[in-house]
């Protein structure tokens, strides 16, 4: 079996974006306060409340936080109820009970959050406050008021709230009775996903004049800690957030029908949608490029490792020795030899010209490396090491909007694929106020895999119902479903590729280059039980076969100074520090003796540069022996789907007796074949980018000679 050589985070999917986590542990200590200081409070206390029994909700972690207030004859809050079932169990969920203690002993909503739970804890404060502002007293009561009549004190307010990665902060202008501008700052969020919201929701806010908004599709935190921020900024402006319109109803009764007209149809902005459309532009084309999503990228943003390329120009100017037939031979056993050999040899033949064309672009990767269960340095990614996913995505929409002839739809859902006796001519569309009908000469299916469909992984895979899945939220499959619907085939549907190292409340992907740069894995017992660098499909499944089917990543701080990836994770709140291995073990519920044990022969075994226990060779070149250490919980994730539509060499979709469908081509996560039963790190980069151009090529080359 070949091993993952080296560790640049391959061509996929990092992460899905959730924040405010913390661990276990913390949630343990906070289970064990509680149960040793019972809270009762007396039904005489004196306030300034009214009494009577008062309930609002404010949007929590996974949902709606609801608080109801008993206001006792005496005008002090007696009792509290805060329901938050949709919050994480033993973290907002561990929060609830602390907060109601605090918030009772103050007698007011101005208590300090539980660390950790900070979206908890911000809506169970916001949900009392607004409670307590009905009983007529508490915080909003004694807060600044607008004059009668208008709706702000005049000025610029700022606030913040916690993002996904960090602090997000809301500048609003207002005047007596207008919203008149909304700055967000938010640097740390996650590039192409949360930073659209960043971008995207003052628009929102300030067409709404409201705060009554709906959070972007797929970027919910940060949408979230925005709204949050922005309230902020209005209660300080004295505003009555009671007094704002609600959301808009379903507009689906009023949806509109339109007909468009273009040459060729792409159906998703992933990497293969945005390059197929760049391309065929560039060939004269006019294109409609369909996103269901608000923003482009896919599970393409998500890619931090790079492209996979033989025979480039860059290997060739560092003296890079490789070949086409090496790749070729790689992705074969790394993918089980189930690959479809045709496919493969296409990609691996093109993918010097795929550079070519991305320089061209203006998106060189010009850093080459090894990367997992390649023979030789193959793997360009972006010269500043940035991850290789936003960076193109960034680059491709720059060119996009350079190029007249491509008009992006966001928002815009393609439901089907419309066919004349048997060939594709078009697609059928909605969002949110159109129904579409789209004509063309040509459709590109680009939809991306079906990671975020559960219905559809557990129908192929029942073994993997429940697993959680790093794809992005717009991956459902729906480009599988259309081109059935057409009569096409598929091939290695069942062949879904689990990552090992995905923590499983946050669905984040610890990128593999954690154990290349020395991590090892323990269970429970505080024992290692793999070569930690085996393919991912091995370690997934020796993870299963552990106590409980996870494991804990350990790391020391030398490797987190050395690794930039590695303080997402700490701002995320998924790791655990100890000063000392003991305390780590402690903190995570292991034996403190057994881990100890285990990491000093570890360290041994990196002095001699041998691992008896399981021959691993490679990550070895640092022990781990700088405190403080680090823990992560992590089990196997969902990482790509390596199945799905049926195409031959030009991309074209294949129907089930075998014959291509005319006018329907597919490129990307949507195609099956080219991965076998195990996609090796840079290869879904070069995939998107090989075949998004020879979809684009055949495309064109339908239109203009109906071949
Ligand atoms: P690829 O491997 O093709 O580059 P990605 O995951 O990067 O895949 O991108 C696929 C894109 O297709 C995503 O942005 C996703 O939101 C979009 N998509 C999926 N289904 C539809 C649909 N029915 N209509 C429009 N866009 C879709």
């Known amino acids: 079996m070949k091993k993952e050589r080296h560790w640049s985070e391959p061509g996929g999917i990092t992460s899905l974006i959730i924040m405010g986590v913390i661990s276990l542990v913390l949630a343990g200590v906070l289970c064990i306060y509680l149960q040793s200081n019972v809270f009762s409070v007396s039904e005489d206390i004196e306030g300034g409340y009214s009494p009577g029994s008062y309930t609002a909700t404010a949007d929590g972690f996974g949902g709606p936080v609801e608080v109801t ?24 969920g561990a929060a609830i009970p602390l907060l109601q203690q605090a918030i009772l002993t103050a007698q007011n909503a101005d208590v300090d959050g539980v660390t950790g739970a900070t979206f908890t804890s911000d809506a169970v404060k916001a949900a009392a406050a607004d409670a307590l502002a009905q009983a007529g007293g508490g915080e909003v009561a004694t807060g600044p008021k607008a004059a009668d009549g208008n709706l702000f004190i005049p000025g610029t307010y700022t606030e913040t709230a916690t993002g996904f990665g960090g602090d997000v902060t809301v500048t609003t202008t207002v005047s007596e009775n207008a919203i008149e501008d909304v700055q967000i700052v938010g640097d740390h969020e996650t590039e192409n996903i949360g930073s659209f919201a960043v971008q995207m929701m003052g ?28 309230k902020k900024d209005l209660k300080a402006a004295g505003a009555d957030l009671e007094a704002f319109p609600a959301k808009e109803d379903d507009t689906a009764s009023r949806k509109k029908y339109e007909e468009l007209n273009t040459d060729i149809v792409i159906i998703g902005a992933g990497g293969a949608g945005m390059t197929a459309a760049i391309n065929s532009a560039q060939a004269g084309k006019d294109v409609i490029l369909l996103e269901k999503m608000p923003y482009a990228g896919g599970n393409t943003t998500k890619a931090t490792g790079g492209m996979n390329a033989a025979e480039t120009h860059y290997q060739k100017e560092q003296g890079i020795d490789d070949s086409v037939e090496q790749f070729v031979e790689d992705t074969m056993e790394g993918g089980h030899n189930i690959n479809d050999k045709d496919l493969v040899t296409i990609m691996a033949e093109n993918s010097a010209e795929g550079i070519d064309w991305l320089d061209s672009i203006g998106a060189p990767l010009s850093k080459v490396s090894f990367s997992g269960g390649a023979t030789n340095a193959r793997i360009h990614a972006p010269e500043d090491g940035s991850g290789v996913g936003a960076y193109l995505v960034t680059a491709m929409l720059k060119k996009i909007d350079e190029l007249d002839n491509i008009k992006v739809m966001y928002n815009t859902t393609a439901t089907d694929i419309m066919t004349l006796e048997g060939t594709a001519n078009g697609v059928m569309a909605e969002d949110e106020e159109n129904y579409y009908t789209i004509h063309a000469k040509a459709v590109i299916l680009a939809t991306g895999g079906f990671g975020n469909n559960e219905d559809m992984i557990v129908n192929y895979r029942s073994d993997l119902e429940g697993t959680v899945t790093t794809s992005a939220p717009g991956i459902t499959g729906d480009g599988i479903v259309m081109a059935e619907a057409v009569g096409a085939d598929l091939t290695d549907i069942e062949q879904i590729q689990l990552h090992p190292t995905v923590e499983q409340k946050t669905s984040m992907l610890i990128t593999e280059s954690v154990r290349g740069d020395g991590a090892i894995l323990v269970n429970q017992d505080g024992k290692r039980f793999t070569d930690e660098l085996l393919t991912r499909d091995v370690v997934s499944a020796a993870e299963l076969e552990q106590p409980g089917s996870y494991a804990y990543i350990i790391f020391d701080q030398r490797l987190r100074d050395g690794l930039k990836a590695i303080e997402k994770y700490v701002s995320t709140g998924i790791t655990v520090q100890g000063d000392t291995i003991e305390e780590l073990a402690e903190k995570i519920e292991v034996d403190p003796a057994t881990l100890a044990d285990t990491l000093s022969k570890w360290n041994q075994y990196v002095a001699d540069q041998k691992d008896p226990d399981f021959g691993r060779d490679t990550g070895m070149e640092k022990d781990l022996s700088q405190a403080p250490y680090y823990a992560i919980k992590i089990a196997p994730g969902i990482h790509h789907t390596m199945g799905g539509v049926h195409i031959d060499t030009s991309a074209r979709v294949i129907d089930t007796n075998d014959k291509p469908i005319p006018g329907l081509f597919a490129a990307g996560e949507v195609v099956g074949g080219v991965h076998g039963g195990n996609r090796i790190g840079g290869n879904a980069v070069a995939d998107i980018v090989v075949f998004g151009k020879i979809a684009s090529d055949s495309a064109v080359d339908w239109c203009e000679n109906g071949k």
């Open 69 to 92: 207030m008993q206001i006792g004859d005496n005008g002090g809050i007696t009792d509290m109820s805060i329901k938050g079932e949709g919050e994480t169990p033993d973290v907002g």
């Open 203 to 230: 628009g929102r806010i300030m067409e709404a004049q409201s705060p009554n908004v709906d959070a972007l599709t797929g970027a919910t935190v940060t949408s979230n800690a925005i709204l949050a921020a922005f």
